[in-house]
């Protein structure tokens, strides 16, 4: 494996997404006269444009910054996918970035400020601290805090149904809050069906919610499409991507759901449902909860990190009606990273155990780059030891670090750069560390 082969694979991945949804939505015109499904392909276009020529104006003009063209590309295209399209039926307030041509400023923007501040900027710092294409989007979009995030304006009369209360497929009460089955369907529904007085039913909500949304976050349109994918390209880069956050926060969001049932009653199914396939939280789980670059490298950093953003995504969209609420949760995990590091190391030993590697394969040229953080180094060592803490602890002379992590337990036998997609000479800084250590 190789970094710019796993971005391939993940550019394919969201390649597919964005068609799917693209053909999904053709036949919906917008208030505006643009077609909903022609304005994802050209999103799509600008925002993965924008981040490929930032990356490469940079290359040019900068010392320090290098060539990363299909990392950036795959950037573009989860920016173009966390946007949310779609005018929902029963909105009460004209939205303007929810369409285009505003739709196409927007997503520029966030392509733009999340390439230069949160992709670019953020990684002279040695680490990426929080998602780029997350951190850009709530920041450009604070300004509609009220109308697109929190949404308290979709609604009129009524009010938007709140989670933190029983929900169900009818009115059951004076207020109607909890005819969560109607709210859904007039959110994601195709606008030009959803104008039924009727309530909606099981079948109703769960065919928007698993297989066609055209309201929301372009890559979770389809629910089916966002799983097989994903489950595809862990299939076949599953040494690289830290698929335990999806697999733990997927797990977490549904326990959190019943827990919520067990507080507030309603119907259980429905509310799993909602949280687990909502698009956001569908498709963050998949293809942004797993940036190797800003969450943990261990397991159970990893376990943790799933955990925590499943229950902090339930709790901000049950009581602060922020129904994207995942990318907020995101973030915060995000910040958490640097202490979920520390947590779950394998113990070095002195004794040499030999891992299962993947298949040598002969490369006629080697491309080095800046680690990804995908850990994989920590799983082939022979002693247990985690290769790339070393090496930064190397990188800023820390000697103290270095004892700590058993730099001198090294016997050279090369896994780490073996397994390295990034391709460092991993084997060979751990080495130099060793030296260092048995000249103090």
């Not at 850009?136 to 209360?165: E, Y």
């Not at 190391?345 to 800046?370: G, I, R």
């Not at 073996?418 to 030296?435: E, N, Q």
């Amino acid at each position: 494996m190789t970094k710019d082969k796993l971005m391939t694979y993940t550019f394919a991945a969201l390649a597919i997404l964005a068609i799917i949804s693209a053909v999904m939505w053709m036949p919906i015109t917008e208030p505006s006269g643009w077609n909903l499904g022609l304005t994802v392909a050209i999103i799509s276009l600008i925002a993965v444009g924008i981040a490929v020529g930032v990356d490469a104006l940079l290359y040019k003009v900068t010392a320090d910054s290098p060539l990363n063209t299909m990392s950036a590309a795959v950037f573009g295209l989860i920016v173009a996918l966390s946007y949310s399209l779609g005018v929902p039926f029963m909105r009460s307030a004209e939205i303007l970035p929810l369409e285009a041509p505003e739709a196409f400023i927007y997503v520029a923007l966030i392509s733009l400020i999340g390439m230069v501040l949160f992709k670019k900027l953020q990684g002279l710092a040695g680490r990426k601290y929080v998602n780029p294409a997350a951190a850009a989007k709530l920041l450009v979009m604070l300004p509609f805090l009220n109308t697109v995030l929190l949404a308290k304006d979709h609604i009129s009369g009524l009010g938007l149904p709140s989670l933190a209360g029983p929900i169900g497929y009818s009115i059951i009460g004076n207020n109607g809050l909890d005819a969560f089955g109607n709210y859904l369907r007039s959110c994601f529904g195709n606008p030009s069906l959803t104008s039924s007085s009727a309530a909606a039913t099981q079948s109703d909500v769960f065919q928007i919610l698993l297989l066609q949304k055209y309201h929301g976050w372009v890559g979770g349109a389809s629910s089916i499409a966002v799983i097989i994918v994903g489950l595809a390209l862990f299939a076949l880069a599953r040494r690289y991507i830290k698929w335990r956050i999806t697999l733990t926060y997927l797990a977490t969001v549904t326990l959190m759901s019943l827990l919520m049932f067990a507080v507030y009653g309603g119907d259980a199914l429905l509310r799993i449902m909602f949280e687990l396939l909502i698009g956001s939280s569908i498709f963050l789980a998949f293809f942004m909860a797993t940036d190797p670059a800003s969450t943990p490298l261990t397991y159970t950093g990893q376990a943790i990190f799933g955990v925590g953003l499943g229950i902090l995504t339930v709790l901000i969209q049950s009581y602060m009606n922020f129904f994207g609420g995942s990318i907020l949760a995101l973030i915060v995990m995000n910040l958490t990273s640097p202490m979920l590091d520390k947590i779950g190391k394998l113990p070095p030993m002195t004794e040499s155990k030999e891992p299962k590697l993947p298949k040598a394969k002969q490369f006629t040229t080697v491309k080095n780059y800046e680690c990804i953080r995908c850990g994989a180094c920590m799983r082939v060592c022979c002693h247990r030891l985690s290769p790339i803490l070393i090496k930064e602890a190397f990188d800023k002379t820390n000697v103290e670090s270095l004892s700590k992590l058993h730099a001198d337990y090294c016997t050279g036998c090369g896994h780490c750069s073996f397994v390295c997609p990034a391709r460092i000479d991993l084997k060979g800084t751990v080495l130099r560390s060793k030296a260092m250590l048995r000249g103090q």
